[in-house]
């Protein structure tokens, strides 16, 4: 006799669903992600609002298959592109089968962590509380971080983790999974994502150019993907690439002197596509201005969001 799922009686059914990562910026959101998956599906830089589309990285385990959705962070959005990334993550929050909010234990509970858990306390679903970065913060910071996440979000688990080393994460994985409903594989076992290798090339590249160029450059940047072209003979994919900026002052200093910086934003991404997609890349950049294109609805669309 087999239960309705296909399991026979007495087995361990197997669990499946889909769960938000939600929190402020800056919290540690894709670095989660990337350590839960063991692989990279989301790029990190100490930038808030580095995320800008929703990512999803998939956890597939003997017992279940957990869908993540790693989102833009949630905060008091000003400019056009802002509110279309908050929106991105709070229509999120009714389209799961869970929530993760991750909470920065190495800073105080801030106003807007308190109106996200405001936001959490109406939402149906399992609702946990992961109090991230504990390797920077003493034990005894801990208890009174814990106590005030539970007065924000009461009868909710709250487990303090580290998202940088691994610290209790798989306890996290396990209550995850116990909350999910009974279902299917959405997605193969061996598939840790759904993004494209577009995407990741366009984010690869957007990386590199927050960890190259820090302060100078704002948070405007952004990345399209103008060829991609793979020659299977030659084990090769070219890709050419278009780093979008919004003011003149910007593009010198993308370009670098005698094109320095951007031959060293290509020589960095090249190297980590190589090693993703196991294959020789030949990577072109290219800057362009785009003024204001952050302010204007159709070039968000273009660039995704």
């Known amino acids: 006799m087999t239960e309705q799922n296909g399991n026979r009686a007495g087995e361990i059914p197997f669990r499946s669903g889909y769960v938000a990562i939600v929190g402020r910026p800056n919290v540690g959101k894709s670095t989660l992600l990337n350590t839960l998956l063991g692989e990279k599906v989301a790029i990190v830089?100490?930038?808030?609002q580095t995320t800008r589309n929703r990512i999803t990285g998939i956890k597939t385990?003997?017992?279940?298959?957990?869908?993540?959705?790693?989102t833009p962070g949630i905060h008091e959005a000003h400019s056009l592109m802002n509110r279309r990334m908050v929106d991105i993550a709070l229509r999120t929050l009714h389209e799961v089968d869970g929530v993760l909010w991750l909470v920065d234990a190495h800073e105080r509970i801030r106003s807007q962590d308190e109106r996200i858990a405001e936001m959490l306390r109406g939402v149906k679903t399992a609702v946990f509380a992961a109090l991230n970065k504990i390797d920077l913060i003493?034990?005894?910071?801990?208890l009174p971080l814990m106590q005030r996440c539970s007065e924000l979000l009461p009868d909710r688990e709250i487990?303090?983790?580290s998202a940088l080393n691994g610290d209790n994460l798989p306890l996290l994985l396990e209550l995850i999974e116990r909350s999910l409903?009974?279902?299917?594989?959405?997605?193969?076992?061996?598939?840790?994502?759904?993004?494209s290798e577009r995407f990741f090339a366009a984010e690869i590249v957007r990386e590199k150019v927050f960890l190259l160029t820090r302060e100078e450059i704002p948070y405007g940047v952004a990345v399209t993907i103008d060829e991609?072209?793979?020659?299977?003979?030659?084990?090769l994919i070219v890709i050419n690439a278009t780093i979008h900026t919004e003011r003149d002052s910007h593009k010198p200093i993308l370009i670098g002197k005698r094109g320095a910086m951007l031959k060293e934003i290509g020589t960095q991404a090249r190297a980590e596509l190589e090693a993703l997609l196991?294959?020789?890349?030949?990577?072109?950049?290219?800057?362009?201005?785009?003024?204001?294109?952050?302010?204007?609805?159709?070039?968000?669309?273009?660039?995704?969001?």
């Open 278 to 305: 196991g294959c020789r890349i030949f990577l072109e950049l290219f800057v362009r201005v785009d003024k204001d294109w952050s302010q204007r609805p159709h070039r968000l669309m273009e660039m995704g969001l």
């Open 228 to 235: 991609f072209a793979e020659n299977t003979e030659k084990n």
């Open 138 to 142: 003493a034990k005894g910071k801990l």
């Open 45 to 48: 830089s100490a930038r808030p």
């Open 61 to 70: 385990t003997a017992r279940s298959q957990v869908v993540f959705l790693d």
């Open 159 to 161: 487990v303090p983790v």
């Open 181 to 195: 409903p009974e279902g299917p594989r959405y997605f193969p076992g061996d598939e840790v994502t759904d993004q």
